[in-house]
């Protein structure tokens, strides 16, 4: 198992002129590609071509102790989608993404902290 821990998010939709305007979500996305491989690096951590991934999405502060209790490891079923989330993933640490044939991934619900990505092999 190797653990990531990095602001779990997606991978924003980008156009030409995110390159000279420096939108705030790009900006962060960069920064989270930039933990991810450093992450990758410290741990030896090399993307196989079959992924079983688990994202796990901090819940916001504004819920309540009992809604964050009965929450804690239940699927997240919102915004942001897997699939954004697996693109972004792969697009940090792979340089050929098209050569993935098979990914098991699971989003789900945890208390505190930023987020984290977890590997299982």
Not at 11 to 36: G, N, Q
Not at 73 to 98: A, R, S, T, V, Y
Request: hydrophobic letters at 40%; proline letters at 7%; glycine letters at 4%.
């Amino acid at each position: 198992m190797i653990m990531f821990n990095v602001p779990v998010m997606g991978k924003p939709r980008m156009t030409r002129a995110d390159a000279w305007k420096k939108r705030p979500v790009v900006l962060r996305y960069w920064e989270y590609k930039d933990m991810l491989k450093r992450q990758a690096i410290e741990q030896r951590y090399t993307p196989e071509y079959e992924i079983d991934i688990e994202f796990h999405i901090p819940m916001p502060k504004s819920w309540s102790k009992k809604k964050m209790a009965k929450h804690a490891g239940q699927p997240h079923q919102q915004k942001p989608d897997i699939d954004n989330l697996l693109k972004g993933f792969m697009d940090c640490l792979l340089d050929e993404d098209k050569k993935v044939w098979r990914v098991n991934a699971v989003k789900k619900w945890m208390i505190g902290g930023q987020g984290c990505i977890i590997i299982n092999r």
